[in-house]
């Protein structure tokens, strides 16, 4: 079975990712004998556009095989896996995207336990954005929310390491741990630098939450896309409808993503069958594939929404957002989202080993691009850190003021 992850995500440090494992193999082979390469050369390995020449990368095996001499405690020759591994980890970096990841066996398994959800660590998003390593976002009632990450915040160093040229898949590593021990991040927000100490702790994600407020207006705040998400989603909305509010807010701040049919389910209440809900773009040499609305349409035109967004709300938040932003469903409040708008499948390469390969981008109902642009709001405003000390919600207040207005118009 293959799914998308619409985000990829970035990484998810301790919650429950996607698990995208499809039944396709390199056939890597435990050794290193060249004629496993290629049945026609020992060299090169011929591609739909040129010749792959692979003579450097033998003559550096050889090379090392021969030569090296190891100095210090921590230096030593690989086994051959490892050596097959570290050559793909290379090739992969080589493209330049950092949502483009070879699992060794470790890591491999690290994920799997993340797909169980049976580990331990701060509850945070992390990804790489322009070459530093950020918070997408930290997530709800999690030892990161607690110790006060926003989204945002660049991780300069984890404990005593500096992240620079520092790999998502590596900062997890040093950032998880067992539950009660403690990480420090050196957090880079607002050109200040500080130290902020996180105690681990089993995470713990809620999905989402409901709420009359006593002015009418109805609130459903949303923290994932996980594979209940649009269940919990269409109960929610079932509330909103006996409640007889015709006002809704969407909240959909420090939402970091997870599956895209989610997303599609849940712009499904609210869009005609067959409407655009995001495009799949994979490149000029494959056409454009339209992921549409299954017409659930629930609701009439007399309905009035708002969604909240801010810098944590990415890849499937911002499809739900600018879908229905664009089909004039909703208004948008609060600050420009993450912009994280690839796809990636993870991909099974031996028994041990997988790959995780962006293999498209998405774009908005109307072609925007959401990884360069992210989504921008109708009506931007900020919630200051003086703003979360006091316990106030300016953002959440414009949302609501904006729906009681009688003049309010979608």
């Not at 991780?155 to 539950?179: F, N, Q, S, W």
């Not at 200040?192 to 409901?210: A, M, Q």
């Not at 056409?287 to 890849?315: H, P």
């Not at 879908?323 to 948008?332: C, F, M, Q, T, W």
Request: aromatic fraction near 6%; avoid cysteine; proline fraction near 4%.
């Amino acid at each position: 079975m293959k799914l998308k992850i619409p985000v990829s995500k970035p990484f998810i440090i301790a919650i429950s990712v996607i698990a995208l494992v499809g039944a396709y193999s390199l056939g890597i082979q435990s050794g290193l004998e060249k004629s496993a390469v290629t049945n026609a050369s020992k060299n090169t390995i011929a591609t739909s556009s040129d010749i792959l020449d692979l003579a450097p990368f033998w003559k550096t095996i050889e090379t090392l095989n021969e030569r090296f001499v190891a100095t210090t405690a921590s230096s030593s020759a690989p086994t051959n896996k490892e050596k097959v591994y570290g050559a793909i980890e290379g090739l992969t970096a080589s493209y330049g995207d950092p949502y483009t990841i070879f699992f060794p066996p470790k890591e491999t398994t690290a994920f799997e336990e993340e797909v169980r959800g049976s580990f331990e660590g701060v509850g945070m998003e992390i990804a790489i954005k322009d070459k530093v390593l950020t918070v997408v976002a930290p997530l709800k009632n999690t030892p990161a929310e607690r110790a006060g990450i926003q989204p945002g915040d660049q991780i300069l160093k984890i404990d005593k390491l500096y992240t620079g040229g520092m790999t998502v898949e590596e900062a997890i590593k040093h950032i998880r741990g067992p539950r009660g021990t403690t990480v420090t991040l050196a957090i880079k927000r607002n050109g200040g630098i500080e130290d902020i100490k996180v105690t681990r702790d089993v995470i713990n994600i809620p999905t989402i939450d409901t709420k009359l407020r006593d002015d009418g207006v109805f609130v459903i705040s949303l923290y994932n896309f996980s594979a209940n998400s649009a269940s919990l989603f269409r109960d929610a909305l079932r509330e909103f409808i006996q409640s007889d509010s015709d006002k809704l807010v969407l909240d959909l701040r420090n939402n970091p993503g997870g599956y895209l049919e989610s997303a599609v389910d849940m712009a499904s209440f609210f869009l005609p069958l067959g409407k655009t809900v995001v495009i799949e773009d994979s490149g000029a040499s494959v056409k454009q594939k339209a992921e549409r609305s299954a017409g659930y349409d629930v609701f009439t035109e007399n309905l009035k929404m708002v969604i909240i967004i801010n810098e944590g709300s990415a890849s499937a938040s911002e499809i739900l957002a600018g879908a229905l932003h664009e089909h004039g469903i909703a208004k948008l409040v609060g600050e420009k989202s993450f912009g994280k708008g690839s796809v990636q499948e993870l991909i099974e390469i031996t028994s041990e080993t997988s790959l995780k390969v962006t293999i498209a981008r998405w774009l908005t109902p109307k072609g925007k691009s959401i990884s360069e642009n992210g989504l921008e709001p109708d009506v931007k405003i900020e919630l200051t850190e003086k703003d979360i000390e006091k316990k106030l919600d300016p953002q959440m207040d414009k949302a609501v003021a904006m729906l009681l207005d009688p003049a309010f118009k979608r």
